[in-house]
């Protein structure tokens, strides 16, 4: 993540070699720069099916589906992909993918990156929330949907954006959802 910030960046801000978060301790974590993410994903899939009269052809389809996700999320920058533990009928309550996304053409200001944001969201009863908030860590902007929350935290020193992409498709992102994710995005901290 090093990298020598722009010109209009502040000199006396570094720029941050890690990050930090505190996740529940019933979230699975997945280290997707590692080489052995399948298996940590796989060791997931089995310890949810343990005990439980789970199909194999359920299990299969948990584990390509959770597969997909995380090849996709690392194919757009994502570094750790985080599950929580399943629910008894076998349904997944929430996850978390977290990306880096360099600023490329995307804005470094927030307020012009909601704006930017907001521009290509759809109208429609579907639509979702953009709005600019202040973390601990940093000006972020947050996408609330019905089912996902996004944050996208700016990191200092001008790099770009450090992305937690929330879903929750058995709950949807309402009442304690909302409120667990947001508690989990404002323990962001990082490490210069």
């Known amino acids: 993540m090093k990298k020598s910030a722009p010109d209009d960046a502040s000199p006396t801000v570094g ?24 298996a940590q994903l796989k060791t997931y899939v089995d310890r949810q099916a343990e005990g439980r009269r789970v199909p194999a052809e359920l299990q299969q389809d948990v584990w390509a589906t959770l597969r997909n996700t995380a090849e996709a999320g690392r194919a757009r920058g994502a570094m750790e992909f985080f599950l929580l533990t399943t629910t008894r009928n076998g349904g997944l309550p929430a996850s978390l993918l977290v990306s880096l996304m360099p600023l490329g053409n995307t804005p470094a200001d927030p307020d012009k990156y909601a704006a930017w944001l907001e521009l290509r969201e759809p109208e429609g009863p579907g639509r979702r929330k953009v ?20 944050v996208h935290a700016l990191m200092p020193g001008g790099v770009g954006y450090l992305t937690l992409s929330f879903s929750a498709p058995l709950t949807g992102m309402s009442g304690p959802m909302e409120q667990l994710c947001d508690a989990i995005a404002g323990s962001l901290r990082w490490v210069v």
Not at 27 to 37: G, K, N, S, V
């Open 15 to 38: 720029v941050p070699r890690d990050y930090r978060l505190l996740i529940p301790r019933e979230w699975f974590r997945i280290d997707l720069m590692q080489h052995r993410w399948r």
């Open 131 to 150: 709005s600019v908030v202040d973390l601990p860590a940093g000006a972020a902007v947050r996408v609330l949907g019905a089912t996902t929350l996004s």
